[in-house]
């Protein structure tokens, strides 16, 4: 009864007309950015953020969440059609969406992702509704112990499991705690790490931050990167009709998909990217005839787009129940609401209902609206992919360049974002990946001050953190991810060893 109620309060603060306005701006940019191959969805909520700040805060989390979700729509696009993956997600949809599309059956390979994906976000909006309350409940138990420890186990597991070193993950957590501490001591009042700078004495603009590792470093990494543009088959309504079989092969891996996207959503450090993979893997184990993945499959695509596009809705599970963002994206979201004055949590829902509800119901409305809007406009989408980049890198150059100026008004934000891009290029080029350290930089600050409330409580006593139950088995949860990692990493690199010394002229 309780969810049917804050279904009507969300319907009723999702349908005003300012909130449909920024849920339709979010979904299409969303998806034109998803189309754009080297654009994602992080670099353009980091362009929006200095917008919130002039707009309602539902429909400011509206918008930037319909640009998250809509990517994930518009992905697929030129992985089908240029082998080119709009987004990180959309990789798995090159293995089978580009051989189809060789085939003359591009048109059938976009209808049905669009489906696929439409069919799990709303399965995954359906898993929000009935698990978010549960989970808010549960950590209403919390204390600051609790939370320490799950912020702590969020951020191991963002680190551990993310693609890359396991070492540089940790590396770039580490970092990402240090920024958090730039600026002015909340209990004692003494700038810390300023150098000087009176405006470091606020801390480091998350927005400069956002906008300077995965903005200004993708446009440098994109300077000298060439593409075809030619797309060859003409796409309309007849070239888009699915066959009875594509439709019966589909449904079952649409379920699948949906159910490990879900799962997997709602896991720090997992996410989109990982659950498609694990999907295609899934349906590849599962097929009769596995030899036809690879070589245009449809259950090859429409699983893996209903898995990710799943995970990006259950994804807002942790942050908005327990305000514990599970990857990037999610940990500007979380900075988002902090910057309107809302602390996401087991309270929102209670304290802010009209905002917890009016987004749950507002992913719904968005989806309706990226289905409406991705069959019509496949033919739009494919002539923006004939821009070069050497016209479209220079605009988002100017975008961010007003984006940082227009939060402050100060020059110095803007030197700030040129410096931190500078050092998120030589990031990307090292294998440092900057997402583990905007959720450190997040964070950060939020487990400083849990942990000095948790000491103050205990009056110093470390072991408050061992003797309450939830936190003790959080710790000895990332203690063995910890540990689980650093072996996995001592038995590759044994093996590795012995491949060298058993197969030295391979190593010559």
């Known amino acids: 009864m309780d969810i049917i109620n804050g279904l009507l309060l969300g319907l009723d603060s999702a349908l005003q007309p300012v909130t449909l306005l920024y849920c339709f701006i979010g979904v299409f940019l969303g998806t034109l950015i998803g189309v754009l191959p080297g654009i994602g969805a992080l670099a353009t909520i980091s362009l929006l953020l200095p917008i919130t700040y002039h707009i309602p805060p539902t429909a400011a989390i509206v918008m930037l969440a319909g640009v998250y979700y809509g990517a994930q729509y518009g992905g697929s696009t030129a992985s089908i059609l240029l082998n080119l993956p709009g987004t990180p997600s959309s990789a798995v949809a090159c293995l089978d969406g580009y051989p189809m599309a060789k085939q003359g059956r591009a048109g059938v390979a976009l209808f049905m992702t669009t489906i696929a994906s439409f069919v799990g976000s709303m399965l995954g909006i359906l898993a929000l509704i009935l698990f978010a309350p549960a989970i808010a409940e549960l950590g209403l138990k919390f204390g600051p112990a609790e939370y320490f420890a799950m912020m702590l186990l969020g951020l191991i597991a963002a680190s551990t499991l993310a693609s890359g070193s396991p070492a540089k993950g940790l590396a770039m957590v580490v970092m990402g705690l240090l920024l958090g501490t730039v600026g002015t001591d909340v209990n004692s009042g003494v700038a810390r790490f300023d150098f000087g700078v009176p405006e470091l004495m606020d801390g480091i603009n998350l927005v400069a931050l956002a906008m300077g590792v995965f903005g200004v470093s993708e446009v440098i990494a994109g300077i000298n990167q060439t593409r075809e543009t030619e797309v060859k088959e003409k796409i309309n309504f007849k070239t888009m009709t699915p066959t009875r079989k594509d439709v019966k092969d589909s449904v079952m891996p649409m379920l699948r998909g949906t159910a490990i996207g879900s799962f997997f959503g709602a896991l720090p450090g997992t996410g989109a990217s990982i659950a498609s993979f694990f999907s295609y893997a899934v349906e590849k184990k599962v097929a009769k005839d596995p030899s036809r993945f690879g070589k245009g499959a449809i259950e090859g695509v429409t699983a893996p787009e209903a898995a990710n596009n799943a995970a990006a809705q259950t994804a807002f599970v942790p942050t908005l129940s327990l305000g ?14 902090i910057i309107h004055g809302i602390q996401p949590g087991p309270l929102l829902m209670t304290q802010q209902p009209e905002l917890f509800w009016g987004l749950i119901v507002s992913f719904g409305i968005g989806n309706i609206m990226l289905m409406v809007l991705n069959l019509p406009l496949i033919g739009l989408w494919v002539a923006i992919l004939r821009i070069p980049y050497r016209v479209l890198f220079p605009a988002i150059l100017v975008f961010i360049s007003l984006g940082v100026y227009s939060v402050n008004n100060n020059t110095f934000d803007v030197l700030m974002v040129a410096g931190i891009g ?35 409580l205990s009056r110093g006593d470390m ?21 689980w990692t650093i072996w996995g990493s001592l038995k590759r690199t044994m093996r590795a060893r012995e491949h060298r010394r058993d197969f030295p002229e391979e190593h010559t």
């Open 463 to 483: 072991m408050t953190f061992l003797e309450r139950p939830i936190s003790a088995s959080l710790l000895a949860f990332g203690a063995a991810l910890m540990i």
């Open 422 to 456: 500078a050092v998120g290029y030589a990031m990307a080029v090292t294998k440092f990946e900057a997402a583990p350290l905007l959720l450190g930089f997040v964070l950060g600050p939020l487990m400083e001050e849990n942990l000095r409330r948790a000491l103050l």
């Open 324 to 337: 514990i963002p599970g990857d990037a994206v999610m940990a500007l979201m979380l900075g988002a609401l």
